[in-house]
């Protein structure tokens, strides 16, 4: 039996390390992001924390790379392409819907990227996922489902956050796109990839930023208001972007678009698990969709380590 498609020969354990890592800087994010849109909005706050990633990013990928670090190796049109959907319109689409809805809303729509990301690689790729990956990312969802709604579907169909909504499953389905182009560039390193991808988006971003100023959609934030926000800037620049892009490009060239997207899941957890320790108590059914999310992951990972052993031998 051959290791299931999409996944790189070695380093397993690790890609899921990495894809693990980002999934928690950016579940934690969420709380972060809606406590700075009370002050500045979502536009000028996506634009501040890719700018200042950026420049956090540039100069350890010059220093690592040399002379050939913005070299794109004739990958420059398609490297850009993914980096205006993925690095712009995804945290653009899904912060100016979090700032309209919940972060419950926007997290159970952010689950859907597995289920997304296994139809997208079917009917593009032809590559059927296997049975039992198939149950762990329909059990994950469930268990998403469960924990954001405490077991009340009206939760999810407020008609005041219905735009939002579809703001955030647009900005998911960018996700879906970037990380499964992403892995036509294996030849580069994570930090390659990253960098020059990030770049088009930043710039991306910042377009649409000044675009709403002008129409008056957007306003310039004062410096104290920027002031007052800077631990959250700080974080979701420098550990929601500069670390979490790197970890999760790295992750997914190592375990595939379709095993990385189902760590997704854990997203809800690690922002009700901040709830928590902020004083929120939860329902049973709460507890028991994070448990099943937590069991569809561990179960997945044993079925990969036990394909991969036989594909070995």
Same mark, same amino acid.
């Given at each position: ?7 790189? @020969?070695?380093?397993? =354990?690790?890609?899921?390390?990495? /894809?693990?890592? /980002? ?14 849109? $009370? ?7 996506? !634009?501040?924390?890719?700018?200042? =990633? ?10 690592? $790379? ?34 309209? !809805? =919940?972060? $419950? ?12 990301? /296994?139809?997208?690689? *079917? ?23 469960? =924990?954001?709604?405490?077991? @009340?579907?009206?939760? #999810?169909? @407020?008609? @005041? ?13 960018? *996700? ?6 992403? $892995? ?55 550990? %929601?972007?500069?670390?979490? +892009?790197? *970890?999760?490009?790295? %992750? ?8 990385? +997207? #189902? +760590? ?50």
């Amino acid at each position: 039996m051959r290791v299931p498609s999409g996944v790189v @020969d070695g380093g397993l =354990a690790g890609g899921f390390l990495l /894809a693990l890592g /980002a999934v928690l800087l950016w579940g934690t994010q969420f709380p972060v992001a809606k406590s700075a849109f $009370e002050v500045v909005d979502a536009l000028h706050v996506t !634009s501040m924390r890719y700018a200042f =990633a950026l420049l956090l990013m540039i100069p350890l990928y010059a220093m690592r $790379e040399g002379r050939t670090a913005f070299d794109y190796y004739g990958q420059f049109w398609p490297a850009t392409l993914i980096g205006v959907v993925g690095m712009c319109g995804s945290p653009v689409l899904v912060f100016l819907g979090l700032a309209m !809805s =919940a972060p $419950e809303h926007a997290t159970v729509i952010l689950a859907l990227q597995p289920s997304m990301t /296994a139809l997208a690689d *079917w009917l593009v790729r032809g590559r059927r996922p296997a049975n039992f990956t198939l149950a762990c990312v329909v059990t994950a969802f469930a268990g998403v489902a469960l =924990a954001v709604t405490r077991g @009340d579907i009206g939760h #999810l169909i @407020d008609k @005041d956050a219905m735009t939002g909504n579809l703001l955030v499953f647009t900005g998911a389905m960018c *996700w879906v796109a970037y990380t499964m182009a992403s $892995e036509r560039f294996r030849g580069w390193s994570p930090l390659r990839l990253t960098t020059l991808t990030l770049i088009p988006g930043t710039l991306g971003i910042l377009a649409v930023t000044a675009i709403a100023v002008a129409l008056g959609e957007a306003h310039v934030p004062s410096v104290g208001e920027v002031a007052s926000i800077g631990w959250q800037l700080l974080f979701l620049s420098f550990a %929601g972007v500069f670390l979490g +892009m790197i *970890w999760w490009n790295a %992750g997914t060239q190592r375990i595939g678009s379709l095993n990385a +997207m #189902l +760590m997704l899941n854990l997203i809800p957890v690690v922002t009700f698990t901040i709830r928590h320790i902020q004083g929120h108590r939860f329902a049973a059914a709460e507890l028991a969709g994070g448990a099943m999310v937590i069991g569809a992951l561990i179960a997945n990972n044993l079925y990969l380590r036990r394909t991969r052993r036989r594909g070995g031998t």
